[in-house]
């Protein structure tokens, strides 16, 4: 059953720089009956994350904090796009919902079968790792529905700085001509271009994995109860 009582969610961001959860904070939008909370990881934490060493450091920097000072909370999002290792330690000492924002906008796409989707993502250094943790989500095959991940070769904090826009569209315009009608922003640092994308395009949307994952834990709060 639902439940209408307000909740509170943490909204995790597992790296060290203040940049990316203050963007969060002004673009994410509040689910109905939803307190959100904002963590950024300490100064131990890396300030990006760029693949499976800095996904290891994230959680070795983040997890003692969270576990001794920040469980109070009805649902937690940790907002890399990746399958990160901190979800599974939070996952291990409580009973309430833990999503990652990979997670939630896999969840989306495979919510719009037979349509194909691809991903657009920071670095290159993403490309394999989210080419591989989609075929681990899809049961270790390929599919024919994914058109891969495109990486836009722009550092995680300048994804948002308007010079690269232009840049974001012709890599987005890869996953496009491969057929994708369905683009998932790979990184919390693209959260909030989905309108300005989309207006590039004819037909395609473009999902904004932090408000998507944001959406999907309150589901899963309400349906916790």
């Known amino acids: 059953m639902g439940d209408t009582e307000t909740k ?8 060290s720089s203040k940049s990316v959860t203050d963007n969060l904070k002004d673009l994410l939008p509040i689910p109905p009956k939803t307190k959100l909370e904002f963590y950024t990881g300490p100064s131990t934490a890396p300030p990006e994350i760029d693949g499976p060493e800095t996904s290891r ?13 920040h469980m109070k909370h009805d649902g937690y999002l940790v907002c890399c796009y990746s399958d990160h290792p901190l979800i599974y330690k939070l996952r291990e000492i409580t009973k ?4 990652g924002i990979y997670q939630a906008s896999i969840t989306f796409a495979s919510t719009n079968f037979p349509e194909k989707f691809g991903i657009l993502t920071s670095t290159n250094s993403w490309e394999p790792i989210l080419d591989e943790a ?8 390929d599919i024919p529905l994914f058109t891969g991940t495109v990486a836009a070769n722009v550092n995680v904090l300048k994804l948002g700085d308007p010079k690269y826009f232009q ?10 001509d491969s057929g994708a009608k369905t683009i998932l922003l790979g990184c919390a640092g693209l959260s909030g271009l989905e309108n300005k994308l989309e207006a590039e395009f004819d037909n395609v949307k473009f999902i904004d994995s932090v408000a998507f994952g944001s959406e999907l834990l309150n589901t899963l709060v309400r349906f916790d109860n």
Do not use: W, Y
Not at 57 to 69: G, H, I, K, V, W
């Open 167 to 176: 840049k974001l569209v012709e890599r987005a315009k890869i996953c496009v």
């Open 134 to 141: 989609v075929k681990t989500s899809f049961g270790g095959v």
């Open 96 to 99: 309430k919902p833990v999503q």
């Open 57 to 69: 450091q994230s959680t070795e920097a983040c997890f003692p904090d969270l576990r001794d000072n």
């Open 8 to 15: 509170s969610f943490l909204i995790i961001n597992p790296n």
